[in-house]
C-alpha cells in the first residue's frame, strides 16, 4: 500500500513540473515571439525614418535644381538668376490685375479685327433726282420754279470707314431762266425773258464723314464737302440762239451734301455752287440744288 502511494505522489509531482515547465516554454517562446515583431516594427519603423528622410533631401535637392515658384520672382540674365527679391500679396495682385488689363485688351483687339472684317468698306449705287437752277444773285419765286426744274441721273463707287471718299459720274439737265432788255419797239416789252434747257455731264467727287453709322456702317447719316467737273453736252433751241459754243467748255462746282441711309436705300441733297460763269459774258455762275434717291449694292 505504501508503494502504491508513493508511486501516485512521483506520478503527480512528475506531472506537476512537466506542466510548469511547459508553461514557462510556452511564456518564453510567446515572449520570443512579440520581442522578434517589436524588433521587427522597430527596424520597420527605421527605414520608415530613413526613406523619409532620403525623399526630403531627394526633394530639396530637385527644388536646388529646379527652383519652383513659391511666391518669388526670379530674374534671369543669360544664365545666372537671381531670386532675390520676395513679392507680397499687392504685388501677386497687380500682377493679376496687369494679366487681366492685357486679357482685356487682346479681346477689345479681336473685335476691332472681327468689326473690320464684317464692315462694309466698299459700296457701289445708283441714283434719280430732281433740281432747280438758278444764277448767282437771282431771286427765284414760286411762278418760276416749275420752269426751272430739271433732273439728274448717276453712279458712284464709295470707300472707306467713317471717313469715306466717294466718285461717280452725272448727267444733269438743267433749265435756267434768261433775259435780256428788250429795244421797246415790239408790244413794248423791255426785256426778252425765256428758259434755256441744257444737259450737262458731272464728275462728282466727295469726301465724307458718317456721323452716325450702324454696326456695319450700311445705315448711317452722312455730311460731305466735294468738287465736280461740269462740261455741257446739248442745249436746247432757244430765243436767244445761244448754242454750246455760247456757253464755256468747263466749270468746276463746288459740293456740299447732306445724306441718310437706310440699309440699301439711301436719300441725299446736294448743292452745286458755280465758281465760273457758264456764259462767257455776263453774270452765269449757276447755283443747282437737288434731291436725289438712290439704291446701294
Do not use: W
Request: charged residues 30%; hydrophobic residues 30%; neutral net charge.
Amino acid at each position: 500500500m505504501k508503494i502504491l502511494s508513493k508511486t501516485i505522489l512521483l506520478a503527480a509531482s512528475v506531472c506537476t513540473t512537466s506542466i510548469v515547465f511547459g508553461q514557462q516554454n510556452s511564456y518564453d517562446e510567446r515572449y520570443d515571439q512579440y520581442d522578434r515583431s517589436s524588433r521587427r516594427d522597430e527596424r520597420r519603423d527605421d527605414r520608415r525614418v530613413d526613406d523619409r528622410l532620403d525623399e526630403r533631401r531627394d526633394f530639396n535637392r530637385r527644388t536646388q535644381e529646379e527652383p519652383r515658384y513659391n511666391n518669388r520672382y526670379e530674374e534671369q540674365r543669360g544664365n545666372s538668376r537671381r531670386a532675390d527679391r520676395m513679392y507680397d500679396e499687392r504685388d501677386l495682385s497687380r500682377a493679376y490685375d496687369e494679366g487681366y488689363e492685357d486679357g482685356q485688351r487682346g479681346q477689345e483687339i479681336s473685335e476691332r479685327q472681327e468689326h473690320h472684317q464684317n464692315y462694309k468698306h466698299f459700296t457701289f449705287g445708283v441714283y434719280a433726282g430732281a433740281n432747280s437752277t438758278r444764277f448767282e444773285g437771282e431771286t427765284v419765286d414760286g411762278k418760276d420754279l416749275t420752269g426751272r426744274l430739271g433732273y439728274q441721273l448717276g453712279f458712284f463707287v464709295r470707300g472707306g470707314g467713317r471717313i469715306y471718299g466717294q466718285i461717280g459720274a452725272e448727267y444733269l439737265t438743267s433749265s435756267s431762266q434768261f433775259f435780256k432788255p428788250g429795244d421797246g419797239q415790239v408790244t413794248g416789252v423791255k426785256d426778252i425773258t425765256a428758259n434755256i434747257d441744257q444737259r450737262y455731264l458731272h464728275i462728282p467727287a466727295y469726301i465724307g464723314v458718317k456721323v452716325a453709322q450702324s454696326e456695319r456702317g450700311i445705315s448711317g447719316i452722312r455730311l460731305a464737302l466735294g468738287a465736280e467737273y461740269a462740261t455741257p453736252l446739248s442745249t436746247d433751241k432757244n430765243d436767244f440762239n445761244l448754242g454750246n459754243a455760247d456757253f464755256q467748255a468747263a466749270t468746276i462746282n463746288g459740293l456740299a451734301g447732306l445724306g441718310f441711309d437706310a440699309g440699301p436705300i439711301m436719300l441725299d441733297f446736294v448743292y452745286h455752287y458755280g465758281f465760273a460763269d457758264v456764259l462767257s459774258s455776263g453774270n452765269s455762275k449757276r447755283r443747282i440744288l437737288g434731291v436725289n434717291l438712290g439704291f446701294k449694292f
